[in-house]
């Protein structure tokens, strides 16, 4: 059985980081793509950033590029996502998921696998 759990969210002001962990059980998070998205209150799901399978390919979106790194280490089992001067517009529930089939996903579509979320709040 697959299972992703997000840890590592919580109540942050802005300008300041938090980092977040997917641990990963009943699959290899370097046999797939890992990404992470966010969703805000009545809003939809929007992709974050993505690792490949070999970790040799990066992709963020531009709202947080330069301020979030995605990292993965295998002998954890666990993905990252480093986030740097944050901003209240960062405030959502951050999902981290699994797709196997595509190199660089960028589209929630494509995923096969989903965790929970973890809450991140931003203060101004």
């Known amino acids: 059985q697959v299972r992703l759990v997000e840890s590592g969210g919580g109540l942050v002001q802005a300008g300041g980081s938090v980092r977040l962990s997917c641990a990963a059980s009943?699959?290899?998070?370097?046999?797939?793509?890992m990404g992470w998205f966010r969703q805000a209150p009545e809003k939809e799901r929007e992709f974050v950033a993505v690792?490949?399978?070999?970790?040799?390919?990066?992709a963020y979106a531009d709202s947080v590029k330069g301020r979030f790194t995605i990292s993965r280490d295998n002998a954890k089992n666990t993905v990252y996502l480093q986030m740097n001067s944050l901003k209240p517009e960062d405030t959502a529930v951050y999902f981290c998921?699994?797709?196997?089939?595509?190199?660089?996903?960028?589209?929630?579509?494509?995923?096969?696998?989903w965790g929970q979320g973890t809450q991140v709040t931003v203060s101004s």
């Open positions: 690792i490949s399978r070999n970790g040799g390919n990066i």
């Open positions: 998921a699994a797709d196997q089939d595509t190199i660089l996903p960028t589209t929630s579509q494509a995923y096969d696998y």
């Open positions: 009943g699959l290899t998070v370097s046999w797939y793509a």
